[in-house]
């Protein structure tokens, strides 16, 4: 069966067979995890992360085997998002399984992991910029072999769900054992927009590998000919060695727990705002490359409403060669510079990322005193088919490189590492003069995390054999 990498995929004309490759792709789609190709759109998750006894491996692998009928295909999670854009009718709990390298050896079959240099060294070796590794607390204190996510429509189904997991891994008798858990609860602004615990608008900015995506996004939001975000599955999908079928493929997933210093973040705001004499909202707009309610400061120099029907994504920097409006260090900038860079679109990564930790405030209710310190941040999570060429470029080339995308441009201010690592300058005149080097940095903190495969669902169920 020939499947094509090289173009995004639509799964609609699949579906109709109205395609020659139709029987591949339908074969892929069904074999393929969910949440790869298209984001599982729950509002609340449990990330548990799984150790296995080496010396267990058939009760491991059995385990493993028996939760596959749980675990949902992509085909399943795009025609179920049908059924509920229809009729209303939940799709139900999503739920995937995620190995890491020594997962696969501690399960005894390292003939089936994928062969990628970074996934197979592991997070804690690769040189990231990150804090020490023995400063990582929870599961990543040491070894983790497994993640399993659990995403529900509301937090007391997440929690049911989970519970209902604990025991299914407490009947095992050891040979699976949780190491440690994260839960994440989405948190929306009053237009009912998706946002992080800074209060600025997340995730807008998509890479989409569903050609459906692609042509909602020109059709029906605010279009695609100045930023196209659609790229080829071969940008997600990496061919699992494990799995039964000519077209099974699984991807490589990165986590990473990063706290997030709300209450200074807000504070070093105001007072850059003070120091460019302007007002707090346009201060952090520079640095976030957005004001909150998710316009590109590139595109205004004061907030403006929400293009119908979302958050404005067809723009590009190219009227803004010398980061007079948007900083070249404002963080979607400095993560995703667009057309500022060729076939920078490469290394752009499906992002999956959910916040975590507890709110009593409004993180839009321009207060300083009532935000928390700590407790809280993004359990990031992204899908890529090459670990080095994504993820590490991106944080590395792009976000810790000071020298990106020319001298004196500094770190990226919100996820920048390590803190003090490099001082940017702000628009102090938009559109006119920047200001001296300033440093903003050190409010998100990365508290661990690993490299992990999504493998495919005949591998899983294949397990038990």
């Known amino acids: 069966m020939d499947l094509d990498l090289s173009q995004t995929l639509s799964w609609k004309k699949s579906l109709a ?10 074969a892929m789609l069904s074999d393929l995890q969910g949440n790869i190709l298209k984001g599982h759109g729950r509002h609340s998750t449990a990330n548990l992360f799984l150790v296995f006894d080496p010396a267990r491996q058939a009760a491991s692998r059995h385990f493993l085997s028996s939760l596959a009928v749980q675990i949902g295909s992509a085909l399943d999670q795009l025609t179920g998002a049908l059924v509920f854009k229809a009729s209303g009718l939940d799709a139900g709990t999503f739920v995937s399984l995620l190995l890491t390298a020594k997962g696969y050896d501690a399960l005894g079959r390292a003939d089936a992991r994928p062969g990628d240099a970074a996934f197979l060294a592991g997070m804690k070796a690769r040189q990231l910029g990150d804090p020490a590794p023995s400063t990582w607390g929870g599961a990543f204190a040491g070894d983790v072999h497994a993640m399993m996510l659990i995403a529900s429509s509301t937090a007391a189904q997440r929690d049911r769900d989970a519970a209902q997991f604990r025991q299914l891994v407490a009947a095992t008798l050891g040979a699976v054992r949780i190491a440690g858990e994260e839960m994440g609860n989405a948190l929306f602004n009053s237009d009912q927009q998706g946002i992080e615990h800074f ?27 100045k930023w196209n975000p659609a790229i080829p599955l071969s940008q997600v999908l990496a061919k699992d060695p494990g799995g039964k079928l000519a077209v099974s493929f699984g991807s490589y997933f990165v986590f990473r727990k990063l706290e997030q210093d709300v209450k200074a973040f807000k504070a070093r705001e105001d007072a850059l705002a003070d120091t460019l004499g302007g007002i707090g909202e346009r201060a952090g707009a520079s640095v976030v490359g957005r004001f909150e309610n998710g316009t590109p ?10 293009a119908a029907p979302g958050v404005p ?3 590009s920097y190219a009227g803004d060669p010398d980061g007079l409006k948007c900083p070249f260090a404002g963080h979607i900038r400095k993560s995703n510079p667009r057309d500022g860079i060729a076939n920078s679109k490469s290394h752009l990564m499906a992002r999956r990322g959910i916040p975590y930790g507890a709110r009593s405030d409004d993180p839009n209710d321009g207060r300083i005193d009532n935000k928390p310190s700590g407790g809280v941040g993004l359990l990031f999570m992204a899908y890529q088919s090459d670990i080095a060429g994504q993820f590490e470029f991106t944080q590395v080339k792009w976000v810790n490189n000071v020298g990106f995308p020319g001298s004196g441009t500094g770190i990226d201010p919100v996820i920048g590492q390590p803190a003090g690592g490099g001082k940017q300058r702000w628009p102090v005149v938009y559109g006119q003069t920047l200001s001296d080097p300033l440093d903003f940095s050190g409010h998100v903190t990365m508290k661990g995390g690993e490299y992990f495969f999504a493998p495919s669902l005949s591998f899983l169920r294949g397990l038990g054999a």
Not at 199 to 225: A, F, H, K, M, W
């Open 297 to 306: 400061v590139v595109a205004s120099a004061d907030e403006l409403p929400f």
């Open 313 to 315: 994504n067809n723009f």
């Open 199 to 225: 209060g600025y608008v997340d995730g807008r900015s998509q890479p989409l590998p569903l050609q459906e995506d692609v042509d909602n996004e020109q059709q029906n939001t605010d279009g695609i000919d």
């Open 17 to 26: 067979a109205a395609t020659p490759s139709a029987a591949a792709e339908l």
